[in-house]
């Protein structure tokens, strides 16, 4: 697996609707409505609805990291499944 790389100010607006890798694999250490402690990596956020998608997309409750995490082609890899592969494996990683 190649070397992994935060997202930055090259991600595309490509995000896959109804992945929802990026609520999943990572831990969060900011609150989040819900979850007033964050969560674990591998925990799938409360904010995320039956179609995967952030129920605080556009919501100002939505934390900051959240909203400065962009799709990323190395990082989201082809499809939801190398997405969390590759987020977890950032994650114990850093």
């Known amino acids: 697996m190649s070397e ?3 997202p930055s100010e090259s991600v595309q607006p490509d995000c896959r609707p109804g992945c929802g890798a990026c609520c999943v694999a990572p831990s969060i250490s900011s609150p989040i ?3 007033p402690e964050g969560k674990p990596a591998g925990v799938r956020c409360v904010q995320l609805d039956e179609h995967n998608l952030c129920r605080l997309f556009d919501d100002p409750r939505r934390p900051e ?3 400065h995490f962009g799709y990323d082609s190395e990082l989201c890899g ?15 990683a850093t």
Request: hydrophobic share 45%; charged share 35%; proline share 4%.
């Open 78 to 92: 082809s499809d939801r499944d190398d997405a969390l592969q590759r987020i977890a494996a950032l994650e114990v």
């Open 65 to 67: 990291v959240c909203r």
């Open 4 to 6: 992994f790389r935060m």
């Open 33 to 35: 409505p819900g979850m």
